[in-house]
């Protein structure tokens, strides 16, 4: 029996080990990032809806989501004694209660990679100097002349959000609809909105990417998105609109939020992929970076807190397809829609000023 316990034991070590291997923690350690390291390492026994496949499999299939729930979270401004309360457990929460809904702050500021306001999370082996990145022109400039220069579109479209405010939920509460009036798209209109009341041409593609099938639904946004470039050769920004999943323990969800004007918000995250180890054929990704970092840092200077740590990863996410790609995660399942379309409204605006500076 004691023999047979340290096998099992040893065997579970060679597994821990092996997967740091392959989720490319080594690479921060050797880089002196322990912190960063024991966080990621941590985050990713926690992740949930497959998140923890996607970032296992960095080379592989981009079908899965492309984020990593950031370590970095505090609890969130209090707003009112029902955002307060809403960590402990509600007296009033039904029989088929899954779990607790967490109001938390993920904060930018303890990000490894920071410059004057742009907050990053680096799972690259890129070494990326801020100051001198933001020095560069983009190659291209928004022409502002109610040409179409924005597409938004979903890879995962029916990513949806908590129909109303509490600090639980159960089983029958949906993550996903067909509705566009309850889904992601209904925030991605929310960002079209503010975007067209600049003078900035927008199309807003609302198309059901994942509705078929969540595997092929990358493949079928790039193939969306080309058909727009084709007609619409004046498009230079794709932004595709997704919300994110974060877990807290086995079985609470995490709602990201901070209080702007007043109002509560869900965060929001960038995601930029670039040319890194096996990712190959992306030589825009520069201008991407370059353009995601502009709208990191109005974000903080609009909106302090509204962006958690931009998430810059060796993957393409199809933005080897424009100059200017960029990826939003609108907050989380655990906030509600209001909250989501409230963040809509401040990343336009925030957008919408930097194309403006831009031009």
Known sequence: MRLFRRA?????CVCVICFIARSGLLDKLGKGDTAVGAAYFSAMLAMP??????????????????YIPDPQI???????????????????????TVGKILPKFISPYTAGLHWNKIYIRNMTSKEIDLEAEMAQPLSWAPAITGEP???ILHTHATESYMPE????????????????????????EAIAQQL???GIGVIHDKTLHDKASYTGSYGRSAETAARYLEEYPSIKVILDVHRDSVSSGEK?????????????????MLVVGCEDG??????????????????QQTCEELYPGLARPMYFAPKKYNQNLSPGSMLFEMGTEANTLEEAVYAGELAGKALAQVLLDLK
């Open 149 to 151: 220069e924005v597409l």
């Open 278 to 295: 096996k990712v190959t054929d992306f030589p825009n990704w520069r201008e991407n970076f370059r353009l995601a970092i502009r709208m």
């Open 49 to 66: 809806e497959g998140a923890a496949a996607g970032a296992a499999a960095a080379d592989g299939e981009e079908d899965e989501e492309p």
């Open 252 to 268: 609470d969800k995490v709602k990201p939020v901070v209080e702007v004007d007043g109002r509560q918000a869900a965060q929001i």
């Open 165 to 188: 405010d509490r600090d639980f939920y159960t089983a029958d509460d949906p993550t996903h609809s067909e509705d566009d009036s309850q889904n992601v798209v209904r925030v991605g």
């Open 8 to 12: 099992a034991a040893l065997f579970l």
């Open 196 to 198: 067209t009341a600049a």
């Open 74 to 96: 505090v609890e969130a401004p209090v707003l009112s004694s029902r955002v307060s309360a809403a960590s402990q457990p509600s007296a009033a929460d039904p029989a088929d």
